[in-house]
Structures are given as C-alpha cells and as structure tokens.
C-alpha cells in the first residue's frame, strides 16, 4: 500500500480527476511543468535537496493550494479553447457549404434554361 502512494505522490484526487481530465486535451507534458518549476524556485531559494515534487509543493511558499489552482485552470483554459475551435471549425463547414449550395443552385438555374 505504501509503495502505491509513493508511485502515485499519495494524492489520489489529482491522480484521478485532473490529471486524466488534463490528458483528454493531449500530452499536456504535466512533469516538465513540474520540474520548470522545481527548477526556477530552487535557483532563487538557493538550491534544494532531491525531493519528491509532492513534498516540494507542500514545503514551499508556492503552496499546493497555488498549484492545483494552476492546473484547474490550465484545464478551463483548454477547455475554452477546444469550445472555441470546435465553434471556429462549425462556421466553416457551414460557410463552406452555403458557398456551395449557392453555386449549385446556380448551375442548376443556368442548365434548366438553357
């Protein structure tokens, strides 16, 4: 049991909700943000010890309530941005389509006359 919590940071919330919710949108690459961050704090503070980023986050004057916030609302974000292109994507197939039905109508026009 002890072996699971340390593969898995022991925060099962995170693990279960967020980060698969992250992951729908693509690769979000959550480790390498995880250590940019080790990496720039540690250089200011000095320096750390190697440590898990769990334990980091929580001894930190970041605060893990700071971190999960970022991350619900890197998930906002991608969601938006998906909505957005998703509607962006709609208006040109419907564009596209009005296009077409209107030169079809008139080729239809121009060969019942003729």
Sequence with gaps: SSGINAEYGGNRLYN???RPALNVFGE???EDLQQDIMNGHCEVDGGCDDQDFNDFILNSNIGSVHYYVLQALMFCYLLFVNILLVNLLIAIFSNTYETIETEADKLWK?????
Excluded: D, P, R, Y
């Design 16 to 18: 279960v909700i967020l």
């Design 110 to 114: 121009v060969q019942w006359c003729s």
């Design 28 to 30: 979000i690459g959550l």
